[in-house]
């Protein structure tokens, strides 16, 4: 029987790899205090180092040497809850490489089978293989809802005149023209873990490395854990500084 604490101690122990899990925690808690993932919204992706691979292998008693690997959240994992429950919120997937590098990632192993990857996996999938190609340095993608984007999404602005938008929003707050000089992109609703949202998603990425889902929230994609807050952060108060001046 595979045992979930033993993988977890070798997640944790790895050297390159075991600080960026316990960031990972604590910003999940930081981004339920901040009202930005209400009950089990939200969700969060990783591709684990090769380093950690060996390991695998030896642990899940299966052939997974040419296998590409991910720490995705689980349904009905809560961000609050990642302090406290640990690997319980999160799935090990792992995807066939040659298979991954080539954008048709069908064959997977999902650890613990009994728990169910979020239901945005296939978004986050369709993003991860984009990024494998064209944004390698890019291993995290982070998923949440800030009430300030959500509400600006609701907007009429939001669906007639989205360059103007972008432009008011980038002029309340210069330091979103530092940290993102490619700009924001805006997307239209989909239904939330449908093939036509990660499709939207990835063409988004083309032009940044942050997507506002319409009437739903925010895709994020980062380097590591802690960028990704700061880009949370950032752009999270771009927006409540351009409701605050009253459009």
Known sequence: MINELEIWSVLLAN?????????????????WLRGWAEANAGNVSIRLPESITESLIQLLHCNVKNYVW??????????????KLG??????IGLDKADFKSGISNKQIIFP???KPTSEWVTHLSVHEWL??????????????PTDWITISNCRKYKD?????????????????????QGITLLPFAVPGSDELAELT??????????????????????DVNCAFDYLEIVSKAASVYLAHGN
């Open 202 to 223: 990835v063409k988004g990425l083309n032009q940044s490395k942050i997507v506002i889902w319409e009437k739903h929230g925010i895709l994020i994609t980062a380097k």
């Open 70 to 83: 991910f720490l995705v959240s689980s349904t009905g994992s809560r961000y609050r809850e990642f302090n």
């Open 113 to 115: 089978e009994y728990r």
């Open 87 to 92: 690997l319980q919120n999160f799935n090990l």
């Open 132 to 145: 494998y190609q064209n944004r390698d340095n890019d291993t995290i993608v982070l998923h949440a809802h």
């Open 161 to 181: 005149s989205k360059p103007e938008l972008i432009k008011e929003i980038r002029e309340s707050l210069p330091e979103l023209n530092i940290y993102f000089p």
């Open 15 to 31: 050297p390159t790899f075991g600080n960026e899990i316990q960031n990972l925690l604590d910003i999940g808690e930081l981004i």
